[in-house]
C-alpha cells in the first residue's frame, strides 16, 4: 500500500480505529430544530464513512439549550429524547468499520442572543467577543459546576446511543477555551487566576465523564494552544502547558489546533495559508505528551500527510474540509487513485454559508461539491443516460461540472470551449498570489473528464448547423460572463485602461507602473495584490463606504493584510469620473489621482447572445452558471450538478 502510515490502524485510549484519519468536527447545520440528527444529517456523515475514514467528529453538539445554541440546526446532547437518534446515526457510521465520536460544546461568548431566542449569553468573565459584539453574563460558581455536569450528562447520552467517545471542545474561543485563557477568564474564584485553576473547568469534566461512563470510553479534547492574540492570550508554551495538565487529567488524545474568533484565519484558514502551516503546534505538544497527538491545519494531498505520521509529528489526521469536498479522500488515496480526489480550495464557502445562513437552517455549502447538504436528496447518480447526446457550450465549471456529471449517468456530453483553455474565469482566477489552491478543482474536473472519455472540442466557436448535425437531446449553455465596461465614462476605451481577464490572463504584463485599480470587489483587490506584488504601485478605488462591501469578511480580512503589507493605497467613498492619458479625475476627498495604467475591475455581466436562437430552434435549453446570473464558483457548480442530475 503507498500509504502504509496513513492507513495503519491506530488507537485511541482502548478503541481501534481503522486508519490514521479523523475527520474534524464542522457545523453542518443539517440536525432537526430538537437537536436530533435529520435523515440528511445521518446521509452526510455515512457517505463520508463510506468513504473510509478512520473516525469522525460530529459537529459541535450543544450540551446546555438554554445558552449553549450556537445555531439552530445544531446536534444536541442536552436531553434524553436524543439518544434514539444518535443511536441511528451511530448504526449508519458503524457499517462502514468507521468510528464515531461526538464533540461536546458550549459557545460562551461567541454566540448571540438571537441564536438564543433572547436568552444572552454567558462565559467566565464580561468580556465581549468583538465578532458577536454583544457583552455576556458572567457565570456564578454554581453554574460552572451544573455546566459541568451537562457536559458529563451529554457524554453518558452519547455513550448509551453507541457512540464511540467523546471530544469536549476546549478550543477556538469557545467556553471552555474562554476558561483557558486569561484573555478571557478574569475569575477570581477557583476557576480563575492560576493556569491550574483556570484548566479545573476542563479536568472536572474529564473525570465526570471517567466515573460515569467508564475508564474504557474514550474522552478527547481539542485544545487551541496559540491563540495569537500576543501577549493577552495563549501562547504556544503555555498552550503546551494546558496539554500536560489536561494528560495528567486522564484524556485519551489531544486534537491541537489554534485560533479563537479575533484570530479567526488560524482557525479556518482562507486560499492563502500554506499547506501544514500548522503542524508545528502539534509536534510542539507531541513531544511534550505520551497520549496520542492529532492536528490538522490545510492538510490537503496524501502524500503530505502519510509523511506527517510517518515522521512521528503527529498519530492521526484531523481534516475538516477535504472531507466536505470530497466525501471518497480516503478511499481514493488508499486506492491509488490521489489524482482524483477533489480537493478542498480553501475557498471558505462552507464557513459563508453556515454564518451567512445562520437562523435559516439551511445546510452547509461547497464551492467544489455539489452534492454536500443534499446526499440524501441525490445518494448516486442514475445510469439511465442511455447514450443519448447533450451539447454543453462553455468550458468553465459550470460547463465542466455538467460534462462530468451526465457522463457519470451513461449520456453523451459533447463539450464545446472557444478558446484552448479550460477552466473560464477560475482558469485565470487562480493566478493572484495564494489563489493557486482553485486550479486543482479545475484539474479535478480535467481528470475526471478524461477518465470519463467525454468528447471536449477546444477553439471551436458553435453555430446552429453545428448543433443541428448532433442532433442533441439537450443543450446546456455555459457560455460565463464578460467585463463590464462603463461606457459613458470619458477615456474608458484609452490604450492605458484594461481589465480583468488582461492582466490574470497575462496578456497584459505591468512592472514598476503607477496603476489605479477601479473596483474593490474580491477580484479588485485580489488583482490589487498581484499587481503590487509584480512591483507596482497600486492604489484601490472604491465608490462604496468601504473596500469590498460585499465579500465576506475572513477572506477580506486576508487580502487586505497583504495588501497593507505591499502599502497599497485604499481610497473608498471615491467615484471615477474620467480617465486621462496621466491621470484619473475622481469624485470624493481625492479629485485625482496620477496613474500610468488604469485596470477595470467593476464586476461582469451574463455572456448569453446565443440563448434565444437556441431555444427557438431547439428543445431541452438550459442556461446555467453565469450566462444565466453572474455568481460564485459555487453557484455554477450546483446550477450544473441539480441540472444534470434532473435531465
Given at each position: 500500500?503507498?500509504?502504509?502510515?496513513?492507513?495503519?490502524?491506530?488507537?485511541?485510549?482502548?478503541?481501534?480505529?481503522?486508519?490514521?484519519?479523523?475527520?474534524?468536527?464542522?457545523?453542518?447545520?443539517?440536525?432537526?430544530?430538537?437537536g436530533?440528527?435529520?435523515?440528511?444529517m445521518i446521509?452526510?456523515?455515512?457517505?463520508?464513512?463510506?468513504?473510509?475514514?478512520?473516525?469522525?467528529?460530529?459537529?459541535?453538539?450543544r450540551?446546555?439549550?438554554?445558552h449553549?445554541?450556537?445555531e439552530?440546526?445544531?446536534?444536541?446532547?442536552?436531553?434524553?429524547?436524543?439518544?434514539?437518534g444518535?443511536?441511528k446515526?451511530?448504526?449508519?457510521?458503524?457499517?462502514?468499520?468507521?468510528?464515531?465520536?461526538?464533540?461536546?460544546?458550549?459557545?460562551?461568548?461567541?454566540?448571540?442572543?438571537?441564536?438564543?431566542?433572547?436568552?444572552?449569553?454567558?462565559?467566565?468573565?464580561?468580556?465581549?467577543?468583538?465578532?458577536?459584539?454583544?457583552?455576556?453574563?458572567?457565570?456564578?460558581?454554581?453554574?460552572?459546576?451544573?455546566?459541568?455536569?451537562?457536559?458529563?450528562?451529554?457524554?453518558w447520552?452519547?455513550?448509551?446511543?453507541?457512540i464511540?467517545g467523546?471530544?469536549?471542545?476546549?478550543?477556538?474561543?469557545?467556553?471552555?477555551?474562554?476558561?483557558?485563557?486569561?484573555?478571557?477568564?478574569?475569575?477570581?474564584?477557583?476557576?480563575?487566576?492560576?493556569?491550574?485553576?483556570?484548566?479545573?473547568?476542563?479536568?472536572?469534566?474529564?473525570?465526570?465523564?471517567?466515573?460515569?461512563?467508564?475508564?474504557?470510553?474514550?474522552v478527547?479534547?481539542r485544545?487551541?494552544?496559540?491563540?495569537?492574540?500576543?501577549?493577552?492570550?495563549?501562547?504556544?508554551?503555555e498552550?503546551?502547558?494546558?496539554?500536560?495538565?489536561?494528560?495528567?487529567?486522564?484524556?485519551?488524545?489531544?486534537?491541537?489546533?489554534?485560533?479563537?474568533?479575533?484570530?479567526?484565519?488560524t482557525?479556518?484558514?482562507?486560499l492563502?495559508?500554506?499547506?501544514?502551516?500548522?503542524?508545528?503546534?502539534?509536534?510542539?505538544?507531541?513531544?511534550?505528551?505520551?497520549?496520542?497527538?492529532?492536528?490538522?491545519?490545510?492538510?490537503?494531498?496524501?502524500?503530505?500527510?502519510?509523511?506527517?505520521?510517518?515522521?512521528?509529528?503527529?498519530d492521526?489526521?484531523?481534516?475538516?474540509?477535504?472531507?466536505?469536498?470530497?466525501?471518497?479522500?480516503?478511499?481514493?488515496?488508499?486506492?491509488?487513485?490521489?489524482?482524483?480526489?477533489?480537493?478542498?480550495?480553501?475557498?471558505?464557502?462552507?464557513?459563508?454559508?453556515?454564518?451567512?445562513?445562520?437562523?435559516?437552517?439551511?445546510?452547509i455549502e461547497?464551492?467544489?461539491?455539489?452534492?454536500?447538504?443534499?446526499?440524501?436528496?441525490?445518494?448516486?447518480?442514475?445510469?439511465d443516460?442511455?447514450?443519448?447526446?447533450?451539447?454543453?457550450?462553455?468550458?468553465?465549471?459550470?460547463?465542466?461540472?455538467?460534462?462530468?456529471?451526465?457522463?457519470?449517468?451513461?449520456?453523451?456530453?459533447?463539450?464545446?470551449?472557444?478558446?484552448?483553455?479550460?477552466?473560464?474565469?477560475?482558469?485565470?482566477?487562480?493566478?493572484?498570489?495564494?489563489?493557486e489552491?482553485?486550479?486543482?478543482?479545475?484539474?479535478?474536473?480535467?481528470?475526471?473528464?478524461?477518465?470519463?472519455?467525454?468528447?471536449?472540442?477546444?477553439?471551436?466557436?458553435?453555430?446552429?448547423?453545428?448543433?443541428?448535425?448532433?442532433?442533441?437531446?439537450?443543450?446546456?449553455?455555459?457560455?460565463g460572463?464578460?467585463?463590464?465596461?462603463p461606457?459613458n465614462?470619458?477615456?474608458?476605451?484609452?490604450?492605458?485602461?484594461?481589465?480583468v481577464?488582461?492582466?490574470?490572463?497575462?496578456?497584459?504584463?505591468?512592472?514598476n507602473?503607477?496603476?489605479?485599480?477601479?473596483?474593490?470587489?474580491?477580484?479588485g483587490?485580489?488583482?490589487?495584490?498581484?499587481?503590487?506584488?509584480?512591483?507596482?504601485e497600486?492604489?484601490?478605488?472604491?465608490?462604496?463606504?468601504?473596500?469590498?462591501?460585499?465579500?465576506?469578511?475572513?477572506?477580506?480580512?486576508?487580502?487586505?493584510?497583504?495588501l497593507?503589507?505591499?502599502?497599497?493605497?485604499?481610497?473608498?467613498?471615491?467615484?471615477l469620473?474620467?480617465?486621462?492619458?496621466?491621470?484619473?479625475?475622481?469624485?470624493?476627498?481625492?479629485t485625482?489621482l496620477?496613474?500610468?495604467?488604469?485596470?477595470?475591475?467593476?464586476?461582469v455581466?451574463?455572456?448569453?447572445?446565443l440563448?434565444?436562437e437556441?431555444?427557438?430552434?431547439?428543445?431541452?435549453?438550459?442556461?446555467?452558471?453565469?450566462?444565466?446570473?453572474?455568481?460564485?464558483i459555487?453557484?455554477?457548480?450546483?446550477?450544473?450538478?441539480?441540472l444534470?442530475?434532473?435531465?
Amino acid at each position: 500500500m503507498k500509504y502504509s502510515k496513513l492507513f495503519s490502524p491506530g488507537k485511541i485510549g482502548d478503541l481501534e480505529i481503522q486508519n490514521r484519519v479523523i475527520m474534524s468536527s464542522m457545523g453542518c447545520s443539517m440536525a432537526n430544530v430538537d437537536g436530533t440528527p435529520s435523515e440528511q444529517m445521518i446521509s452526510y456523515y455515512e457517505k463520508r464513512a463510506r468513504g473510509g475514514v478512520g473516525l469522525i467528529c460530529t459537529e459541535v453538539t450543544r450540551i446546555n439549550d438554554e445558552h449553549g445554541i450556537g445555531e439552530p440546526a445544531q446536534l444536541s446532547v442536552s436531553h434524553d429524547e436524543v439518544i434514539l437518534g444518535l443511536s441511528k446515526l451511530a448504526d449508519a457510521v458503524h457499517k462502514h468499520g468507521t468510528k464515531i465520536f461526538v464533540q461536546l460544546h458550549h459557545p460562551g461568548n461567541q454566540t448571540g442572543s438571537a441564536a438564543m431566542y433572547g436568552v444572552q449569553p454567558v462565559a467566565p468573565s464580561a468580556v465581549t467577543c468583538p465578532i458577536v459584539g454583544e457583552e455576556p453574563r458572567v457565570l456564578s460558581t454554581e453554574e460552572v459546576k451544573g455546566l459541568i455536569q451537562d457536559y458529563i450528562d451529554g457524554a453518558w447520552r452519547a455513550q448509551q446511543a453507541g457512540i464511540d467517545g467523546v471530544e469536549i471542545h476546549g478550543a477556538h474561543g469557545y467556553l471552555i477555551n474562554q476558561f483557558f485563557s486569561k484573555h478571557t477568564n478574569k475569575r477570581t474564584d477557583q476557576y480563575g487566576g492560576s493556569l491550574e485553576n483556570r484548566v479545573r473547568m476542563a479536568v472536572e469534566i474529564i473525570e465526570g465523564i471517567r466515573k460515569r461512563c467508564g475508564s474504557d470510553f474514550p474522552v478527547t479534547i481539542r485544545v487551541t494552544v496559540e491563540e495569537f492574540m500576543g501577549d493577552e492570550g495563549i501562547q504556544l508554551d503555555e498552550g503546551v502547558e494546558i496539554c500536560k495538565l489536561l494528560e495528567k487529567a486522564g484524556v485519551d488524545a489531544i486534537g491541537v489546533t489554534s485560533g479563537i474568533y479575533e484570530s479567526m484565519n488560524t482557525i479556518v484558514e482562507p486560499l492563502s495559508y500554506d499547506e501544514g502551516w500548522r503542524v508545528y503546534l502539534t509536534e510542539k505538544v507531541k513531544n511534550a505528551v505520551k497520549i496520542p497527538v492529532y492536528g490538522n491545519g490545510v492538510i490537503r494531498h496524501p502524500d503530505f500527510a502519510e509523511k506527517l505520521i510517518e515522521e512521528g509529528k503527529m498519530d492521526f489526521i484531523g481534516m475538516g474540509r477535504p472531507h466536505l469536498a470530497d466525501p471518497e479522500w480516503c478511499f481514493k488515496a488508499k486506492n491509488d487513485q490521489a489524482d482524483r480526489i477533489r480537493y478542498c480550495v480553501s475557498c471558505l464557502r462552507c464557513f459563508e454559508s453556515v454564518f451567512s445562513n445562520s437562523g435559516a437552517c439551511v445546510p452547509i455549502e461547497c464551492s467544489v461539491n455539489a452534492q454536500l447538504g443534499k446526499e440524501s436528496r441525490y445518494p448516486y447518480y442514475a445510469k439511465d443516460g442511455k447514450n443519448r447526446t447533450v451539447v454543453i457550450i462553455g468550458g468553465g465549471p459550470a460547463g465542466l461540472e455538467s460534462a462530468r456529471v451526465l457522463a457519470e449517468r451513461r449520456f453523451k456530453p459533447i463539450l464545446f470551449e472557444l478558446t484552448d483553455v479550460l477552466g473560464g474565469n477560475v482558469a485565470i482566477g487562480k493566478n493572484p498570489p495564494g489563489k493557486e489552491k482553485l486550479g486543482w478543482f479545475i484539474d479535478y474536473l480535467k481528470t475526471e473528464l478524461d477518465r470519463l472519455g467525454v468528447d471536449i472540442r477546444m477553439n471551436t466557436k458553435v453555430d446552429i448547423d453545428k448543433i443541428e448535425k448532433l442532433n442533441p437531446y439537450a443543450i446546456i449553455l455555459a457560455t460565463g460572463s464578460v467585463p463590464i465596461i462603463p461606457k459613458n465614462i470619458p477615456g474608458v476605451f484609452n490604450e492605458n485602461v484594461y481589465n480583468v481577464p488582461d492582466i490574470l490572463s497575462g496578456k497584459i504584463q505591468l512592472r514598476n507602473k503607477k496603476v489605479a485599480v477601479i473596483g474593490s470587489g474580491m477580484t479588485g483587490i485580489e488583482l490589487a495584490e498581484m499587481l503590487a506584488s509584480q512591483g507596482n504601485e497600486v492604489s484601490v478605488i472604491e465608490m462604496a463606504k468601504k473596500i469590498a462591501p460585499d465579500g465576506y469578511w475572513q477572506s477580506v480580512m486576508d487580502v487586505l493584510k497583504h495588501l497593507q503589507e505591499y502599502n497599497v493605497k485604499l481610497m473608498p467613498e471615491h467615484k471615477l469620473l474620467s480617465i486621462e492619458k496621466d491621470r484619473v479625475k475622481l469624485e470624493g476627498e481625492t479629485t485625482e489621482l496620477l496613474c500610468d495604467e488604469v485596470v477595470l475591475a467593476l464586476g461582469v455581466k451574463s455572456e448569453n447572445s446565443l440563448c434565444q436562437e437556441l431555444k427557438s430552434k431547439f428543445d431541452n435549453v438550459y442556461n446555467i452558471g453565469d450566462s444565466h446570473k453572474v455568481g460564485k464558483i459555487v453557484n455554477a457548480v450546483s446550477d450544473a450538478f441539480v441540472l444534470c442530475n434532473n435531465l
